[in-house]
């Protein structure tokens, strides 16, 4: 074996593991949607595959706030983040939608991309929900009463718009005590507020479990809940201590039902009572058994592409991109006959090593990786013309075949390698400090880059080297 | 074989003030139009809200128009009307997520009953996100343009040459910009892409040009700069109009065919391409030259 047949292999070789490489993100997407979400719910999904991104293939963006100023005060940013996203990640693949990448963003931003969900609304709820469940003991001494009477007779809700209590109201609130509203009831009736006690002795950290239940009287959902053995004893002990007491569960500020303590409860179970659809049931449930958040996360972004926008975006790029594509390759061949030839060889190659390497990482094609994509086979295109052309002026100093190629070459070479690297290092740049679109435009065209330079030098002169090999003489470029 | 330009001895650099004049004034009308109308700025940097919604049967731009004063909503509209689809937007504003989509939807649906028409796309950008992004893309890019200097002064042992094309790109990237505001359309992160990929054709065209004037100092030492320059150009002319008639093929047909949700990109892909290609030969080499020529 010689060199060149080395050269040759390895091309071969790589062309062969591009194949294995896209096999899986071909079968992925030649099967139908419904077959698609299936395996995505049942998180069979193929690692290695090419991903489309929402802007392609419809979905929901959600950009999520944490309310750094209600964080405990003990716990740091960096671990209240990590556990904010856990829980995110636990909520949502409970809810089943299949791959969803969620990650942190600058210091205390989370993107969650949730693909192809139609229903935003619930998909919020499920992820922007604090989940903060709290057993409270309601007040019910004479100061509390005349707090609700002065919030009944009050035409504003009790609270500002930051949430907080309004002065007139907090200055006759009895001593270590917080205002809740109550979960709304029918329609049209008024808002119904509880004063409780500010100590909590039991939270939704102690919980073990949370499931749906049907009243037996009613047929309404509830919530059932189960508590660890110390969230159990911990219940047990206070609900002793408090018989003939009003109970109340607090979620997230709100309290849902307020029952009186009958006896001591044991066995570390209870139902949160309200009135739920079946649906908000399902969802509090999750949110129960996935943890409750560090703190109040807020919605900064949120961005929904509807799945037929996605696809017309696609079919009518691709369409040109198509047209394009054909028009380089016809013209590269009338022009440079078979150097042309070569040229589109090359090109063609571009592609399915391009192909593979994303799939191999697992990368998301989005608009602007589209542009590095373009880019990078733009300049792609120009170093195979590059060396074209050198071999043209070789050729008309009349130099014999076999030594235009190697002079050609190593002429053109340092302007592909100048050029490659100067945009290589701008993609660097923009990869590091960009965000969102711009990383994904950096990270194609990185990419593409380093693709396009092995096929247009390497590739191309193998092939020629192979030409030689059974036409010494003629090269007609 | 077929051959597009023969050699050809054009005299660039002797022509430099002229293709200054134009840049010049490329530059002034793209300047002129941002001051006097401003950049579209889009969701992504002003932060509002957006919803694209299509219609089952025919409705005209003035009829949307008028269905969204109705319903008391101050709103930008982008008809798509191949489609027959419209974008509302409203930028700015600080209230809930959903709220605002939900005025439109309503208002949808008081002025069209009967007319049913589905949701395309909803964007929420909250204001200090909008600025957010604006300003990383903006650090990442100004940090890449100093490692083009770098890299090319390093390369070419002389940091004006990366300097010179660097102000090419820059030459280039604001006239696309000045484009977009003449032509009034939108720029959201797409758009950015689209510049970034401008920035990238620019370099590469202008590094492929110091590359064959830097070969040219070494064969002809004695060569003077300005003969130098113009025989480097004219070297590689048949190559520069070749690669850059091409992608200017690709991009035309993505801007006549594309559609149009990527037609801003094509647009500014357009503009951008043919900068390019000038502004390597017109500005970038000339630059060169006369910041030699100063420096004697």
Redesign the interface.
């Known amino acids: 074996m010689n060199k060149l047949h080395w050269k040759i292999g390895t091309v071969l070789g790589l062309l062969i593991l591009s194949f294995w490489l896209l096999y899986p993100s071909v079968e992925w997407y030649s099967k139908t949607n419904d077959e698609r979400a299936k395996t995505e719910a049942m998180r069979m999904r193929p690692k290695r595959i090419l991903n489309l991104g929402l802007d392609l293939r419809g979905g929901t963006h959600l950009?999520l706030?944490l309310d750094v100023e209600k964080l405990d005060k003990k716990e740091k940013l960096g671990d209240a983040m990590a556990r904010a996203i856990e829980i995110i990640r636990n909520r949502v693949d409970q809810y089943g939608v299949g791959e969803t990448p969620i990650s942190r963003q600058?210091e205390r931003w989370i993107s969650v991309d949730l693909p192809g969900i139609s229903n935003?609304?619930e998909a919020?709820n499920l992820i922007g929900k604090t989940a903060l469940l709290e057993f409270r003991l309601v007040n019910t001494s004479d100061a509390a009463q005349a707090v609700l009477s002065k919030v009944d007779l009050m035409s504003e809700p009790p609270f500002n718009k930051k949430g907080e209590l309004l002065p007139e109201v907090a200055k006759i609130m009895p001593k270590h005590t917080i205002l809740c509203k109550a979960a709304p009831g029918a329609e049209g009736e008024r808002a119904r507020y509880y004063v409780l006690e500010a100590t909590v002795p039991v939270t939704g950290a102690y919980l073990e479990g949370a499931r749906v239940e049907t009243d037996q009287q009613f047929g309404t959902p509830n919530i059932g809940f189960t508590f660890n053995k110390e969230g159990g004893r911990l219940f047990e002990n206070f609900t002793g201590a408090n018989v003939n007491k009003y109970l109340a569960i607090v979620l997230d500020s709100v309290v849902h039902s307020a029952p009186v303590i009958k006896s001591r409860i044991g066995g570390g179970s209870g139902v949160i009572e309200g009135s739920f659809t079946m649906e908000e049931a399902r969802n509090l449930a999750i949110i129960l058994r996935a943890g409750a958040l560090p703190a109040p996360v807020t919605?900064?972004?949120?961005?929904?592409?509807?799945p037929?926008?996605g696809e017309?975006?696609i079919?009518?790029?691709l369409?040109?991109?198509g047209?394009?594509?054909i028009?380089?390759i016809a013209?590269m061949l009338?022009?440079y006959?078979a150097g042309g030839f070569v040229a589109d060889i090359a090109l063609a190659l571009n592609f399915v090593f391009l192909a593979a390497c994303m799939a191999y990482f697992g990368a998301t094609l989005t608009?602007?990786g589209i542009?590095?994509i373009?880019?990078s086979l733009?300049?792609a295109?120009?170093a195979n013309?590059?060396i074209l052309?050198r071999m043209?002026?070789e050729l008309a100093l009349a130099k014999p075949v076999a030594m235009v190629i190697p002079v050609s070459y190593d002429?053109a070479w340092?302007?592909i390698l100048?050029?490659?690297?100067?945009?290589w290092?701008?993609?660097?740049?923009?990869f590091?400090?960009?965000?969102?679109?711009?990383k994904?435009?950096a990270v194609t065209?990185t990419i593409g880059l380093l693709v396009g330079m092995f096929t247009s030098v390497f590739v191309t002169r193998a092939l020629y080297e192979f030409w030689l090999t059974s036409n010494p003489k003629e090269l007609?470029? | 074989m077929m051959v597009l330009i023969g050699k050809t001895s054009i005299d660039f650099i002797g022509k430099r003030y002229m293709f200054f004049a134009v840049s010049a004034l490329l530059i002034a009308a793209g300047a002129a139009s941002m001051a006097v109308k401003g950049l579209n700025l889009g969701l992504d940097f002003t932060g509002g809200t957006l919803l694209q919604v299509r219609f089952e049967q025919k409705v005209t731009t003035a009829q949307v128009r008028e269905a969204m004063t109705k319903a008391g909503l101050e709103t930008s509209i982008q008809s798509f009307t191949d489609r027959n689809a419209y974008q509302i937007k409203i930028k700015g504003t600080q209230e809930k997520v959903n709220e605002m989509s939900e005025k439109i939807m309503a208002g949808f649906a008081a002025s069209f009953p009967g007319n049913a028409f589905t949701e395309e796309k909803r964007d929420y950008v909250g204001p200090v996100v909008g600025r957010d992004l604006a300003k990383k893309a903006l650090f990442a890019f100004i940090l890449s343009l100093f490692g083009i200097i770098v890299y090319v002064a390093f390369r070419f042992a002389n940091p004006v040459w990366g300097a010179a094309g660097v102000l090419a790109l820059l030459h280039d990237v604001f006239i696309a910009a000045g484009a977009l505001s003449i032509t009034n359309r939108e720029i959201d992160l797409v758009i950015v892409a689209a510049l970034l990929t401008i920035a990238g054709y620019s370099i590469n065209d202008t590094i492929v040009i110091f590359d064959r004037m830097r070969e040219n100092l070494r064969v002809f030492p004695k060569m003077p700069l300005g003969q130098l320059v113009n025989t480097s150009v004219n070297e590689t002319l048949s190559r520069t109009l070749l690669t850059n008639l091409t992608v200017l093929a690709v991009v035309s047909i993505l801007f006549v065919f594309g559609g149009e949700v990527i037609n801003n990109f094509a647009f500014c892909m357009l503009v951008g391409s043919i900068c390019g290609t000038y502004s390597t030969i017109a500005i970038a080499t000339p630059l060169v030259y006369q910041w030699a020529k100063k420096g004697k």
């Open positions: 950009l706030e600058g935003t609304e919020e919605i900064i972004e949120k961005r929904v592409v509807g037929g926008l017309d975006s079919k009518k790029g369409s040109a991109a047209i394009g594509f028009l380089v013209f009338v022009y006959r608009l602007p542009a590095g373009i880019l733009a300049m295109i120009d013309v590059l052309e043209r002026e002429k340092s302007a100048d050029s490659n690297v100067t945009t290092i701008a993609a660097i740049f923009l590091q400090f960009g965000s969102g679109p711009v994904g435009f065209l007609s470029i």
